[in-house]
Each structure stands twice: as structure tokens, then as C-alpha cells.
């Protein structure tokens, strides 16, 4: 593991190995926590699930005998997850479907509780999500507006910024599409206006889950590029991403989850290596 040249205030940062960009190009800053999470579980209750086997003859009995209120199921989906984000960092989430990065993400924006442990977080972590709200009715400058206002922007701000989010988005590229219901638009064109309006303002915290992966390949640099100038901006941005070239291209730290455990936690090589081995087998 490559040893950084800076020695973390609690020296955590600097043992691990991690590089910050941000913090190595310009004047040393000591390292600032903005996430921490402690021993995190976070359990899902669900109600009118059903108990039992997959079997066909097991779910006939389940719906003979189903009971009014239904049954109540949990699901562990985080599992004692620890870690310190620290400004600057470029942070990735990977691991399988169902593995709980989504569920990790919404714990740290506030959007679940935890069952047990807790998360600490230093100002406004945003979420921005494949299925971050949008009013699918409105046009996708009305949306701009809305995400601007949703986001803590001024109508001024909106205003003088609102030319470049919709250019940055490629919405117009093929035609007027920014006054058009946004139900009109690709899953990937969506995905794109939600990251421009997201990446127009400074974030302390930002999250992104999957944003990327629907854009092309163009729309994919240059979003890297903002998520980069972002984390210039001493943000801390965390990326959810089953794209391994996009997590290597913008993150310089991975954790790694698995059934909601945290398997790796280290620079994004070397964690990425034993990722690789692991869904190879
Ligand atoms: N709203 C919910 N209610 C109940 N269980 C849920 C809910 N959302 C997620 N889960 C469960 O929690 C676990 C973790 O899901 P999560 O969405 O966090 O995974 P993920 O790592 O983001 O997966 P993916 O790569 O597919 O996006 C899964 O077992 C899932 O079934
Ligand atoms: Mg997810």
C-alpha cells in the first residue's frame, strides 16, 4: 500500500494510504471529517410479506391462509458498517445488488433510521438518486427550477445558473426538449438533467447513486470531470457505481459491501483487485 505524504490529524487517513487530489495539489489542510458512521445497522420492516419457502404448494397455503394483518418481515440490510469520510475525498460504494449501498446512502442523507449505532454528519449531505423526485408532468425547466429550490438555491441563483445546467445536461442538443413533460424524456436524459441540476451548486455531502450509468459515454466524462471539480471544492462525494472504470476514474477510496457488511475499506486499487477477484469466481 502506498503510504500518502500527509499525516491525518488522527493519522487515519494517512496509515490507509489514501491520496487526496485536492489536498495534495493545494496548500495541506488537515483532514476534516464530514461522514462518520459508528457500528451502523439499519433493519427494514416490512408488512405483508409472506414467511416460507418458494415452493408453489407453500405459496397456495400462504394465500388460503393469509391473515388480515399480514406478517411483519425485517430485513438487515446494513450491518455494522464503520467508517470516517473525510473532505476531499472521492469516496466509492460498490458491491452487489442488494448489498446495501442505496440503503447506506439514504442512512447518511437522514432518509432512514438507524436501528443501532449512529451517523454524524458535517452540513447538508444531498442524495441524488436514479430515482431522485422530479415531477414527471412538469417540463424540465420547470424541474430545474424545482431542483434548485430543493436544493437551497435562490430564484436568482436558479436564474443566472440555469443556462448552464441545461447546458451541461445535452438536453437541448437534439431539439427543445427542455420544455417538454419530463415523462417524454429517455431514462438516460432524466438521469442526466438530475445530475447537472445536482452538480450546479457546492455540496458539503454528495451522493450520487448510479446517476451515471445511464448517460453515454460523453455525458459519463464529463460528469466525471464535475464530480472531480466538486470534490476541488472540498466537498466530500460519494459514488455508487457497478461501473469499475468510472469508480477508478473519479474515486481515490472504496468501500466495499456485501450482505450489508463492509468488506474493504481502502484506496481504490487495491480494493477494486480483491472486488474483481471476488465476482470473477
Ligand atoms: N424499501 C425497502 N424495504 C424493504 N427492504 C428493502 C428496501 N429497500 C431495500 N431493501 C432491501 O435491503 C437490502 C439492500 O438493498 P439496497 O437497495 O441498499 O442494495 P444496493 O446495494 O443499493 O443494490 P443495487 O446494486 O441493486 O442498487 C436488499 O436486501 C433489499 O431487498
Ligand atoms: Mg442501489
Not at 38 to 53: F, N, P, Q, S
Not at 127 to 146: F, I, K, S, W, Y
Amino acid at each position: 500500500m502506498a503510504v500518502a505524504e500527509h499525516t491525518g490529524q488522527d493519522g487515519a487517513p494517512a496509515e490507509a494510504g489514501y491520496k487526496t487530489p485536492a489536498q495534495a495539489e493545494h496548500t495541506p489542510a488537515p483532514w476534516v471529517p464530514t461522514v462518520i458512521a459508528e457500528d451502523l445497522h439499519i433493519v427494514y420492516r416490512v408488512y405483508g410479506g409472506a414467511k416460507g419457502k418458494g415452493s408453489a404448494t407453500a405459496a397456495l397455503n400462504r394465500i388460503v391462509r393469509r391473515k388480515p394483518g399480514g406478517n411483519m418481515r425485517e430485513v438487515h440490510a446494513v450491518r455494522g458498517v464503520s467508517f470516517t469520510a473525510y473532505r476531499g475525498q472521492a469516496i466509492g460504494l460498490i458491491g452487489s445488488n442488494g448489498s446495501g449501498k442505496s440503503t447506506l446512502l439514504k442512512a447518511i442523507a437522514g432518509l432512514l433510521p438507524a436501528e443501532s449505532g449512529k451517523v454524524y454528519t458535517d452540513g447538508q449531505p444531498s442524495l441524488l438518486g436514479v430515482n431522485a423526485a422530479m415531477m414527471n408532468d412538469l417540463t424540465g425547466e420547470r424541474n430545474v427550477v424545482l431542483g434548485g429550490l430543493a436544493m437551497g438555491m435562490s430564484r436568482e441563483e436558479i436564474q443566472q445558473r440555469y443556462q448552464e445546467i441545461v447546458d451541461f445536461s445535452g438536453i437541448n442538443e437534439k431539439g427543445d426538449f427542455i420544455t417538454l413533460p419530463m415523462r417524454t424524456y429517455s431514462s438516460g436524459m432524466a438521469a442526466r438533467l438530475r445530475f447537472s441540476i445536482a452538480a450546479a451548486k457546492r455540496h458539503d455531502v454528495l451522493m450520487i447513486d448510479e446517476a451515471l450509468a445511464t448517460g453515454d459515454k460523453k455525458f459519463q466524462k464529463r460528469s466525471e470531470k464535475r464530480i472531480r471539480e466538486l470534490r476541488k471544492e472540498a466537498g466530500t462525494v460519494f459514488l455508487v457505481s457497478h461501473n469499475n472504470k468510472s469508480i477508478r476514474d473519479t474515486c481515490e477510496r472504496v468501500l466495499w459491501l456485501e450482505k450489508g457488511r463492509l468488506m474493504l475499506d481502502g484506496p481504490t486499487e487495491d480494493v477494486l483487485k480483491e472486488y474483481e477477484k471476488f465476482t470473477s469466481k
